[in-house]
């Protein structure tokens, strides 16, 4: 584990000189010799991948709908699982191939194979963009058949009401309220409720952590307005959770991952940071994506940061109040707490951005 973590520093580093996605980076050095992932005869690459790309096993979901390429081999006896971190998605069905998506600074979102073989090398795939149009990464809730045949999708993220939620998704936590249409498939029209099937055979864990699947869906959408932040309004709203649907209840999840998500944020001097959640009413403690952290946003065109600062500056400091009524659910102490840490953390920060500012 180690030297997986050693691995992982190193990856991010280069990324970070070379304004390359740590994918990208990961198979120039297995090319080089410079790497070589161990293969297990269970999992292949997957756990080795993960490892080298500090994606946490904790961020495991399943889906059992036929929504990828992978389509054939998916059914709720064999789901596709996925891991994440803040800029690499990892997807591995039994029977088929490694699904990477990596956010390129600067160039949006790159696509990937590895064929479950040894010595195999990662792929790009240009054809995933024939389901991800424009490079979009899509998150998607479906009506899903006793095959795992999809029908009705709709693509899901934070401001999408609970009921609508993770169709054809599994979704395991220690508290989790009724009403989403995970854990469920339809015949004739009728709902049939199924436990999740996530034994050691086709997965790494037995969790599809609700909380998780609700970072996981944030972060989608994110990642694709950083991708293309042609509508800055959109973004800083996005950014600000201004239109995040409530929760109807509490909700905790079974697999740690909020523990470790939480711990791997920067802190302002009052211990505050937008890694904390609060799952009570809403996903995050403070309204502000840790997103903004992300490499993907700090290489974006200054004119176009400039009026993403300028536009939260003037939402959090409740000067279009007046003109979109949405922004008023945002507290004052709230407003106050994101500056707060912003100021603290974010080393970009304009120099207006401070309370004093007119």
């Not at 889906?63 to 789901?79: C, D, G, M, W, Y």
């Amino acid at each position: 584990m180690a030297f997986f973590r050693s691995l992982a520093l190193a990856i991010v580093a280069v990324a970070l000189a070379c304004g390359e996605d740590p994918v990208a980076v990961l198979s120039r050095r297995m090319e080089q010799g410079a790497v070589k992932l161990p293969y297990d005869g269970v999992y292949g690459y997957l756990p080795a991948l993960l490892g080298a790309l500090h994606i946490p096993v904790e961020s495991q979901l399943a889906v059992f709908s036929k929504t990828s390429i992978q389509s054939l081999r998916i059914e709720p006896a064999n789901p596709r699982v996925l891991y994440f971190n803040d800029s690499v998605a990892v997807g591995w069905v039994r029977g088929g191939f490694i699904e990477l998506a990596a956010q390129d600074p600067g160039k949006g979102i790159n696509y990937y194979i590895l064929q479950q073989r040894p010595d195999e090398s990662l792929i790009p795939r240009k054809d995933c963009l024939r389901c991800h149009q424009s490079g979009a990464t899509q998150f998607r809730s479906v009506v899903a058949g006793i095959d795992g045949v999809a029908s009705r999708e709709s693509d899901i993220d934070s401001r999408t009401p609970f009921n609508k939620l993770w169709g054809g998704w599994y979704v395991t936590g220690s508290t989790v309220p009724p009403g989403h249409m995970g854990n469920a498939i339809f015949a004739n029209l009728q709902r049939r409720e199924i436990t999740p099937a996530l034994d050691r055979k086709v997965a790494l864990a037995p969790s599809s952590d609700v909380v998780a699947l609700m970072v996981f869906a944030h972060q989608m959408r994110m990642m694709n307005l950083l991708a293309h932040p042609d509508n800055i309004n959109e973004l800083v709203d996005c950014l600000l959770f201004v239109d995040e649907a409530p929760f109807p209840g509490p909700v905790q999840g079974n697999s740690g991952f909020a523990e470790k998500f939480s711990g791997a944020g920067p802190r302002d001097h009052l211990g505050r940071s937008l890694r904390d959640f609060d799952l009570q009413r809403k996903l995050m403690r403070y309204p502000c994506s840790y997103m903004i952290y992300t490499e993907a946003f700090d290489a974006l065109p200054a004119p176009a940061k400039e009026a993403i600062y300028r536009r939260m500056w003037n939402i959090l400091t409740g000067k279009l109040d007046n003109d979109d009524g949405r922004y008023r659910r945002l507290s004052n102490a709230d407003r106050a707490a994101v500056i707060g840490i912003l100021r603290d953390t974010k080393a970009d920060l304009p120099p207006w951005f401070v309370p004093s500012s007119p």
